[in-house]
């Protein structure tokens, strides 16, 4: 057996584990619960506990945890240890049921947008028996929703489990009249491509930006950057080579499975993606991946940053959500196959997902709307703000045949040919890749481009299956009344093409033409968090998640309340944070400097002409000039900040503190950027870009 067969999930309670610790009748009823979403019975649970503290306890765990994902975006776990005591004043080891199946964290301290006043502690967690239990730290981890006393959901993993289901209960609605009656489940599926920056500790150690806000709030830009493209899929450095290595060692004994290294684009750069696997599952994988890239990067003397835009002028970070919707007996329901125009159930569920796209990109801009987005979103490969989808040349052309009526009869060469003899001929996908689109069909799946790189997928995939689910509901409430089944699908197919195409675009999003062209179809352009975040309460949205039991009306509230009060922190948490470096070490470098110029300039003119000191003279009189409008922008700032008193609702404090204290930011950035560029290496108190990005 290989090394890697032999640590592949060896840290995870999983299928093969259950299947030799568990008597077969709790086996099948626990698989009936992770497959088909039956309740578990208190009996059973208390097998399986039993049976998970003996495997964990030979693995070395001393403690449990309720391992949950509330809206802070991490994850968090409370630790307890199995030990009990006994009558004759020891311990032994024990694990019940009900400590699987329930726990009771402080639910006070975690962000509910109102929902709960602090003196309403309670919370519970409740155990996520479709995803497998693991170890991680030595302590046994179970993966868990989590709800307030009153029974309200105060985590991401809640509704992400709700939207599934309700995909699946109106994609089995549409399965059903295309006569597949042997499928039980639908399914989505989840790969999402996780981009992050490496750099040396010892450096990111000297920024406080760093440590306190995840990037750079200021930095020239270096003499080289990205722009010879040589660090896309260049060769891995030995250091970094080595810390991937044993972050694959990591995730594999977690049974995450890491499948693609490579260095990105920007310089420190790189991405990593796993295999496709169901959609919460993925989700839980992909908390665990962000909080093993920093701990293994640590290991390695290096530092690894998550945030969306660490650094300004080159490549921001995102996190390629590829979705796709799949059935329990392997049929991957995005797949066009050979002859896509022939193949009616592909066009639908393609369909559905074109009109929800289109009814919904107000959503979609919500579920990938954070502060750090709001930086990457619009530039340097990232997408647009504006949501529009990509098919490609192929499946536009079979829609508009269509929605004309008219006869598909382009053939499209489905090989592809490189004219070296020694090269095979391989098949080619059904599009290319646009790698300017927010959403793009990608052969069987569809890519979801504006996804943050800290965010957790848990959001834009609930809104994904979600809006899907309406439409599929849509569809479905149509065919079943349907005399001639044909007729109406061909209908309906041609209706939603033609109401609908407008969200289609397979060019240059980067474009100022597509901006205008965009407006003029009707397309959305929210460029900020707090411009997106009012649509997430709109009636048409309120009542959508209703209809479903994905959220509550007073949960969709609560959770705005949350998005625009985390923007707001991190927004004066960078303020802040701008003010202590100016204040604490640019303006006492700057003026030390200054003052070296000073002196030198005074001791030339006792011995030598005036002339000669004219360039120390002008570098003074510049980078006085410099430091007076440092003074007059920080000063500027603290008072915008002061500012915010001023008002009281969320949404009135997001929208000032993007208005007014971001842009007063931006300001105070270009003064210092000026400052480090005219300020000698010996005083610059520091790392450059061009130290950070070139150190590894």
Not at 106 to 124: C, H, I, K, M, V
Request: proline residues 4%; glycine residues 6%.
């Amino acid at each position: 057996m290989s090394y890697i067969s032999e640590i592949f999930g060896s840290m995870v309670f999983n299928d093969e584990v259950m299947k030799e610790r568990l008597p077969k009748e709790t086996y099948k009823a626990l698989k009936k619960t992770m497959l088909n979403g039956e309740s578990l019975d208190i009996n059973v649970a208390n097998v399986v506990a039993n049976a998970m503290k003996d495997w964990a306890v030979e693995k070395g765990a001393t403690h449990f945890t309720h391992w949950f994902q509330p809206m802070t975006g991490i994850t968090a776990e409370k630790h307890d240890s199995f030990i009990s005591a006994s009558a004759d004043g020891k311990v032994t080891m024990e694990f019940s049921g009900k400590e699987l199946i329930k726990g009771e964290p402080d639910a006070s301290s975690f962000p509910s947008g109102g929902l709960r006043s602090t003196f309403e502690a309670r919370g519970y967690t409740a155990w996520d028996p479709t995803s497998n239990a693991f170890i991680k730290d030595a302590v046994l981890c179970i993966p868990t929703a989590f709800c307030s006393y009153g029974g309200e959901v105060l985590d991401k993993k809640t509704p992400l489990l709700r939207s599934m289901e309700a995909l699946n209960i109106q994609a089995l609605r549409i399965l059903r009249l295309f006569g597949a009656t042997e499928t039980k489940r639908v399914i989505t599926t989840m790969g999402p491509e996780q981009e992050y920056f490496l750099i040396d500790s010892e450096l990111f150690n000297k920024r406080m930006d760093l440590k306190y806000t995840g990037r750079t709030l200021f930095g020239a830009k270096p003499p080289k950057g990205q722009e010879l493209e040589d660090h896309y899929f260049g060769a891995i450095k030995p250091r970094v080579a080595e810390f991937m290595k044993d972050l694959n060692e990591e995730l594999w004994k977690l049974g995450i499975s890491a499948k693609t290294e490579h260095n990105e684009v920007a310089p420190s750069q790189h991405e990593l993606a796993p295999i496709f696997t169901n959609t919460n599952i993925a989700c839980d994988h992909n908390q665990l991946t962000m909080e093993l890239m920093k701990k293994v990067a640590s290991r390695h003397g290096l530092s690894c940053l998550l945030h969306e835009k660490p650094f300004a002028g080159i490549n921001g970070s995102g996190k390629h959500n590829n979705w796709s919707i799949s059935t329990n007996d392997g049929i991957n329901l995005l797949e066009p196959g050979n002859s896509p125009r022939e193949n009616a159930r592909f066009l639908l569920f393609l369909c559905a997902v074109i009109k929800a796209v289109d009814e919904y990109q107000d959503l979609l801009k919500v579920s990938v709307s954070t502060a750090g987005n709001d930086h990457r979103l619009g530039g340097n490969e990232a997408p647009p703000a504006i949501v529009s989808m990509f098919l490609g040349d192929e499946l536009t052309a079979v829609l508009e045949s269509i929605e004309g009526d008219s006869t598909y009869d382009k053939k499209y060469n489905r090989e592809m040919t490189v004219g070296v003899d020694a090269i095979p001929v391989f098949p080619k996908d059904t599009t290319d890749r646009n790698r300017t689109s927010p959403f793009a069909f990608t052969g069987n799946k569809f890519e979801f481009r504006m996804v943050g790189s800290r965010q957790s997928i848990a959001g834009p995939n609930m809104v994904l299956n979600t809006i899907v689910a309406e439409e599929l509901s849509q569809f479905a409430d149509i065919l079943e009344k349907a005399d001639d089944f044909n007729k109406v699908l061909n209908n309906l197919l041609k209706d939603t093409i033609k109401n609908h195409k407008s969200i289609i675009f397979n060019g240059n999003n980067y474009t100022d033409e597509w901006v205008k062209e965009a407006e003029k179809r009707g397309l959305l352009n929210l460029k900020s968090t707090p411009e997106s975040l009012p649509y997430f309460t709109a009636e048409k949205n309120v009542r959508l998640f209703e209809k479903f039991n994905i959220l509550s009306r007073i949960e969709i509230y609560s959770r705005t309340e949350i998005v625009l009060d985390e923007y707001c922190k991190e927004i004066s948490i960078e303020a802040l944070t701008y003010i202590d470096m100016v204040k604490k070490e640019i303006i006492p470098a700057v003026a030390s400097y200054i003052k070296e110029l000073s002196d030198t300039a005074c001791s030339k003119r006792l011995f030598i002409a005036y002339a000669e000191c004219e360039t120390e003279s002008k570098l003074v009189d510049k980078l006085s000039l410099l430091m007076r409008s440092l003074y007059n922008k920080t000063e500027l700032l603290e008072n915008k900040l002061i500012g915010v008193k001023n008002f009281e609702s969320s949404v009135e404090i997001a929208d000032y503190s993007r208005s007014h204290i971001f842009e007063t930011m931006q300001e105070l950035r270009a003064v210092i950027d000026e400052l480090e560029t005219n300020t000698s290496k010996k005083y610059w108190p520091f790392p450059t870009y061009g130290e950070l990005l070139f150190s590894v």
